[in-house]
């Protein structure tokens, strides 16, 4: 797969990422931070939770196991997206304003889809669970980290919000 050189924009954010095997095996790594710690942390977190499931869900792991592993990564998201709603919250340009309304839906998208998954595992679709938690994750790699939260950064520099190292 080729890379795409990681280069940082004029605003001090990296403006293209570094795609390799972060897509085809989905790990986390460095090219994928947007430079805000807190989040970053979360997302490797949220990686390693949706992994530990998919895992656990090829392994053919009892349903109780399974339903705590989905409730524990919905919480932890939940937790996540009232981290990004309070830095959210500070943002006041017309533009900022349609990014976080973005933002929010994309979020909802994730959480129905956690529930879809919570339902598939309460019904016996264990394969189908496990491959809309791998599904999750390429849509928290394309759209979440590569542009839903890099867009949120570009609007908190341009807000003087947060300052790139």
């Known amino acids: 797969m080729p890379e795409i050189n990681t280069a940082t924009s004029q605003d001090g954010i990296r403006s293209k990422r570094k795609i390799g095997n972060a897509v085809s095996e989905f790990g986390w790594e460095e ?13 490797k977190k949220l990686f390693e939770m949706l992994d530990e499931f998919g895992l656990a869900a090829s392994a053919a792991a009892d349903f109780t196991q399974l339903q705590v ?3 524990e990564i919905r919480g932890f ?5 009232r981290k990004e709603d309070e830095i959210m ?3 006041t340009s ?7 309304s973005k933002h929010e839906q994309e979020h909802g998208a994730y959480l129905f889809v956690l529930d879809q998954i919570s339902e598939m595992l309460r019904t016996g679709q264990w394969e189908s669970a496990r491959d809309n938690a791998v599904g999750l994750k390429k849509l928290m790699f394309f759209r979440e980290l590569v542009n ?3 867009e949120m950064v570009r609007c908190m520099i341009q807000e003087g919000i947060f300052k790139p190292e």
Do not use: P, R, W
Not at 77 to 81: G, N
Not at 94 to 100: D, W
């Open 77 to 81: 998201f939940v937790a996540h997206i």
């Open 31 to 43: 090219s994928l931070e947007i430079g805000i710690d807190d989040l970053d942390e979360d997302h």
């Open 148 to 150: 839903t939260d890099y």
């Open 69 to 71: 592993l989905i409730s």
């Open 89 to 91: 919250g500070k943002l």
């Open 94 to 100: 017309g533009l900022s304003l349609e990014h976080k």
